[in-house]
């Protein structure tokens, strides 16, 4: 018994110093690993990256701002309408200078609001430069192609003479967002069945009131064009198309309904739009979609008639002197029929002015409009 008592003392004995050295063996393995990485930098999965990773991750999230030499912009004003011809000039500059172009960032979000993505890129919000505003004619004749300032166009141009030869770029710029165009066609087809007309040629209508009465005394001495010159209008393009049916839109609809519709008592004459000056593009886009267009005033009515492609009948003479638009449509060379805003003929009469030649005659005689 006693010497069985010492042999199991000795293997406790041995067991102990054996564990004694395993967990002196893990001891000196952990020291060693944590030597070793402190003496060297840390991966790039360690807690804090290497300068140069810093660097890297600096320049990744600071915007790349371009060189403030020789830049061109529009500057953002006035509603969609003018916000849609500070961007067509800017192209219309752009092809004429061979200069590259920015937006500013605010222009660019309220176009894509309405059109697909734009090919023109937006300048950094957090980028800042020293702009020089100039008007567009100006910037035409003055800026020499070796000219290194930056230039902000402004004064809300009309300057579809310049960009007029660019037309097809302009308008692939402004392609509606998908669900515009199919909204205005579905509208477009509800009015058609509505007044039971199966294939008519559908012709747009702008009546642009509320802030013109006011802008129209003050910018060229003018007024609201009325009742009179719409009924004109009206007779004329019937005369045209047999089978027309007039889709009005406008910022003023009551004024609309009352002194159009109702007085006309006529079934080919719809009310379509919706009026809310805060979201545009459904109208523009149910102008753009018709066939023809009649318009009265401001930019927003060009637009629709511009884009929709067909004929075009426009007031003149509503202003002791012409708006920039009417100016430029003209210099651009646009085949618009132009009838007088104010008459004192009957109203089944129409007063059109080619060139600067007057011709008055009876609303069903076919207008001779000059090619």
Known sequence: MCALGHLRSWWLAVS????????????????????????????????HPSPEDEQRLERSTTPACPPPERLLSAAKGGRLGNIMFEYATLLAASHVLQ???WLLPEMKDTLEKYFEPLSTPALPRECKYNWTEVRIDALIKNVSKDDEQSYLIGGYPTS??????????????????PELPLSADQRLAE???????????????????TDYAQWLP??????????????????????????????????????CRREL????NSSDIVLAGDG???RPGADLALLAACNHSIITHGTFGFWGAYMSGGEVVKPTGYGQRKTGVENNVRRAGLNWTWIEAFTSQTT?????????????????AEPVIRH
């Not at 000196?28 to 360690?46: C, F, M, N």
Request: proline share 3%.
């Open 160 to 177: 579809v003479h310049l960009f007029h030869p660019i037309r097809d770029r302009v308008l692939r710029e402004f392609t509606f967002r």
């Open 99 to 101: 200069r590259p172009v």
């Open 276 to 278: 809310v000056q805060s």
């Open 16 to 47: 102990r110093r054996r564990s004694i050295t395993r967990l002196s063996l893990i001891c000196t393995a952990l020291l060693v690993v944590y030597a070793l990485s402190k003496s060297r930098p840390q991966d790039s999965e360690g807690l």
């Open 261 to 264: 519709v109702s007085r006309a």
């Open 348 to 364: 089944t009469e129409a007063v059109e002015i080619v060139g600067d030649r007057r011709n008055s005659k009876g609303t069903t």
């Open 218 to 255: 003050k910018m060229v001495e003018g007024r609201l064009v009325d009742r009179d010159f719409l009924e004109r209008a009206l007779a004329l393009m019937r005369s045209r198309h047999r089978d027309a049916l007039f889709v009005v839109v406008s910022d003023d609809l009551e004024w």
């Open 191 to 209: 009015l058609a069945h509505q007044v039971n007309m199966t294939s008519p040629t559908f012709i747009g209508v702008h009546v642009r009131r």
